[in-house]
């Protein structure tokens, strides 16, 4: 198709106003849209009404009255008039459908930038909440709360690397689980550690895809698992789960994996102030000895 | 010669722009849905002539949208848009009845010549050719 100049937007929505009959459209509205139409229906019914009037006269009245005046022509005249007022309609109505379609076009824009600012400012949120835990504990409690809000999950839980097994060291709606291992490669959550991709099931999971899966009890209809990782380093897996009646979508999934990003961030910041922590420890604890010796 | 109208549904807001005001360079009257909702609602009422369709939606995404459209017995042409080049997507989307897959990040003068074929394909025949739609568009 080949390319050529067309009107800008603003061009275009300023010349349908104007064709549309609307003055000082500064603010794009689709209610003054909607008004416009209704206004201009109404003026074209009410006059095409008066014509038919006149015609129903002309009908009436005894045609002796007024052969005089040419009722041929009258009629004629009239019937001219009125469809012209009709294409007049006609013409505006178009330029009303285009300013309605433009302005939808505006809003779904807006909405959509809308709902880059509330993502963005809910991971930032996310992410203040993380950082402000050193103790992991705290941490793991916070980052699986904040990635249940983030996604209106029920529960899930955090699993953490531990040589070649992953462990379950905080859950949410199923505190059974913590404790549990698994090796990697092993289920969903394993899959999800060894292949680095972010997982979501809907349904029943594929024993075929997950090796050594393990049906879950209660059941649950959807659910995501994303991989943990900070500077190429896997530190865990993230699940949750959804509530009865709801199913997680891959929009939702790719969220979950931004979250998971800076929760990875925060868990080996943790995990750095654990070890300098028992660091400092065993020095002090050296120390004592020599001054005890 | 009337434009033909294409519904782009992006989440994406830089996006939408660029693909709206590309669309609109290269012929087509383009029409925006922020989410899968809008999306269901505006090709059941303003019917498009073809549908950009990317699989990251909020609310309902692509996939469920095009489940909706293949179960009602709409025979929109969709074009799917995903980040993941995999086959099992590629054939989710051939079932779903898509009549082609775009792998991100896109060239916009491949997608602008897919939406041309696309929008020509349904001008003739849209149940035949979707049943033989090119395994190059869906790849």
């Given at each position: 198709?080949?390319?050529?100049?067309?009107?800008?937007?603003?061009?275009?929505?300023?010349?349908?106003?104007?064709?549309?009959?609307?003055?000082?459209?500064?603010?794009?509205?689709?209610?003054?849209?909607?008004?416009r139409?209704?206004?201009?229906?109404?003026?074209?019914?009410?006059?095409?009404?008066?014509?038919?009037?006149?015609?129903?006269?002309?009908a009436?009245?005894?045609?002796?009255?007024?052969?005089?005046?040419?009722?041929?022509?009258?009629?004629?005249?009239?019937?001219?008039v009125?469809?012209?007022?009709?294409?007049?309609?006609?013409?505006?109505?178009?330029?009303?459908?285009?300013?309605?379609?433009?302005?939808?076009?505006?809003?779904?824009?807006?909405?959509?930038?809308?709902?880059?600012?509330?993502?963005?400012?809910?991971?930032?949120?996310?992410?203040?909440?993380?950082?402000?835990?050193?103790?992991?504990?705290?941490?793991?409690?916070?980052?699986?709360?904040?990635?249940?809000?983030?996604?209106?999950?029920?529960?899930?839980?955090?699993?953490?690397?531990?040589?070649?097994?992953?462990?379950t060291?905080?859950?949410?709606?199923?505190?059974?689980?913590?404790?549990?291992?698994?090796?990697?490669?092993?289920?969903?959550?394993?899959?999800?550690?060894?292949?680095?991709?972010?997982?979501?099931?809907?349904?029943?999971?594929?024993?075929?895809?997950?090796?050594?899966?393990?049906?879950?009890?209660?059941?649950?209809?959807?659910?995501?698992?994303?991989?943990?990782?900070?500077?190429?380093?896997?530190?865990?897996?993230?699940n949750?789960?959804?509530?009865?009646?709801?199913?997680?979508?891959?929009?939702?999934?790719?969220a979950?994996?931004?979250?998971?990003?800076q929760?990875?961030?925060?868990?080996?910041?943790?995990?750095?102030?654990?070890?300098?922590?028992?660091?400092?420890?065993?020095l002090?604890d050296?120390?004592?000895?020599?001054e005890?010796? | 010669?009337?434009?033909?109208?294409?519904?782009?549904?992006e989440?994406?807001?830089?996006?939408?722009?660029?693909?709206?005001?590309n669309?609109?360079?290269?012929?087509?009257?383009?029409?925006?849905?922020?989410?899968?909702?809008?999306?269901?609602?505006?090709?059941?009422?303003?019917?498009?002539?073809?549908?950009?369709?990317?699989?990251?939606?909020?609310g309902?995404?692509?996939?469920?949208?095009?489940?909706?459209?293949?179960?009602?017995?709409n025979?929109?042409?969709?074009?799917?848009?995903?980040?993941?080049?995999?086959?099992?997507?590629?054939?989710?989307?051939?079932?779903?009845?898509?009549?082609?897959?775009?792998?991100?990040?896109?060239?916009?003068?491949?997608?602008?010549?897919?939406?041309?074929?696309?929008?020509?394909?349904?001008?003739?025949?849209?149940v035949?050719?979707?049943?033989t739609a090119?395994?190059?568009?869906?790849?």
């Amino acid at each position: 198709m080949a390319r050529h100049h067309r009107q800008s937007e603003p061009e275009r929505l300023r010349r349908d106003a104007r064709i549309a009959g609307l003055r000082d459209f500064q603010t794009p509205s689709l209610e003054a849209v909607e008004q416009r139409r209704r206004q201009l229906w109404q003026r074209t019914a009410t006059a095409l009404a008066l014509i038919a009037a006149v015609v129903v006269a002309f009908a009436i009245i005894p045609s002796d009255r007024i052969a005089e005046a040419g009722t041929g022509r009258i009629l004629f005249a009239i019937v001219g008039v009125g469809g012209g007022l009709f294409l007049w309609a006609f013409h505006k109505e178009t330029a009303l459908e285009r300013l309605t379609r433009s302005l939808t076009d505006e809003r779904v824009l807006t909405a959509a930038l809308t709902n880059r600012l509330h993502e963005v400012s809910l991971l930032l949120d996310a992410g203040k909440q993380m950082n402000a835990h050193l103790q992991m504990d705290e941490l793991l409690d916070t980052i699986l709360r904040s990635a249940c809000e983030l996604l209106d999950a029920t529960g899930g839980s955090v699993m953490l690397v531990e040589e070649t097994d992953l462990v379950t060291v905080c859950a949410l709606g199923r505190d059974a689980a913590v404790g549990q291992r698994m090796r990697l490669g092993e289920g969903v959550a394993g899959y999800v550690a060894i292949r680095r991709d972010p997982v979501l099931i809907d349904g029943h999971a594929d024993p075929d895809l997950f090796p050594g899966l393990v049906l879950r009890e209660p059941y649950v209809e959807s659910a995501m698992s994303v991989p943990l990782v900070h500077r190429a380093e896997l530190q865990g897996v993230l699940n949750v789960n959804a509530p009865i009646g709801r199913s997680f979508t891959e929009y939702d999934l790719r969220a979950l994996a931004v979250f998971a990003e800076q929760a990875a961030l925060a868990i080996a910041n943790a995990r750095l102030y654990e070890a300098e922590r028992a660091h400092v420890a065993a020095l002090l604890d050296l120390r004592k000895r020599r001054e005890v010796g | 010669m009337v434009a033909p109208r294409v519904l782009i549904a992006e989440d994406d807001p830089d996006t939408l722009v660029i693909l709206r005001v590309n669309l609109n360079a290269a012929g087509f009257e383009p029409m925006l849905a922020g989410d899968g909702h809008t999306a269901l609602e505006r090709i059941e009422t303003e019917a498009p002539d073809a549908v950009l369709l990317d699989v990251l939606l909020p609310g309902i995404d692509g996939w469920q949208v095009l489940e909706q459209l293949h179960a009602k017995g709409n025979s929109v042409p969709v074009i799917v848009c995903s980040g993941k080049d995999n086959v099992h997507d590629l054939q989710r989307a051939r079932e779903l009845g898509a009549v082609a897959y775009l792998v991100k990040p896109f060239d916009i003068d491949r997608l602008i010549e897919v939406t041309s074929e696309v929008v020509g394909l349904r001008q003739t025949d849209p149940v035949t050719e979707r049943g033989t739609a090119p395994d190059t568009e869906l790849a």
